[in-house]
């Protein structure tokens, strides 16, 4: 697996829009699950969206449920998070990361954000209400 690049943060007003880029290049598919996770100032990691690359299945954190969506495009190697009616409260740094998913343990762990070995240098996204 290649280093992973993020892309896409900014700035934008409560209920705008951003999509996030997540190039990981070098993997094999099947074997790498891909998810999002972000950091606020003074909080906790929070892990909000994952898909497994071998059969695109999701998951997403109640707090972003309905409300982000991810795909992939397997041709660039590159996973998206399309992040819609953007709350101040989703103001963080961004970052991809990647865990070796292709056992059912690592299945297992990786739906629970648990697992991530590889990161991005994380983008920003700032939410003004």
């Known amino acids: 697996l290649g280093p992973l690049a993020e892309s896409g943060g900014g700035s934008v007003e409560a209920g705008g829009s951003l999509r996030l880029s997540c190039a990981a290049s070098g993997h094999t598919r099947g074997r790498y699950c891909l998810a999002w996770f972000r950091q606020a100032p003074g909080k906790e990691r929070e892990g909000v969206a994952m898909?497994?690359?071998?059969?695109?299945?999701?998951v997403y954190s109640d707090s972003v449920k309905g409300r982000f969506a991810l795909s992939q495009d397997n041709a660039k190697e590159t996973v998206y998070l399309q992040m819609n009616a953007l709350k101040p409260e989703d103001t963080a740094m961004y970052y991809c990361?990647?865990?070796?998913?292709?056992?059912?343990?690592?299945?297992?762990?990786?739906?629970?954000?648990?697992?991530?070995?590889?990161w991005g240098q994380g983008t920003q996204v700032t939410v003004s209400s």
């Open positions: 898909i497994d690359d071998g059969d695109s299945s999701t």
């Open positions: 990361a990647a865990a070796i998913c292709w056992t059912e343990r690592g299945n297992e762990r990786a739906r629970s954000f648990l697992g991530f070995d590889f």
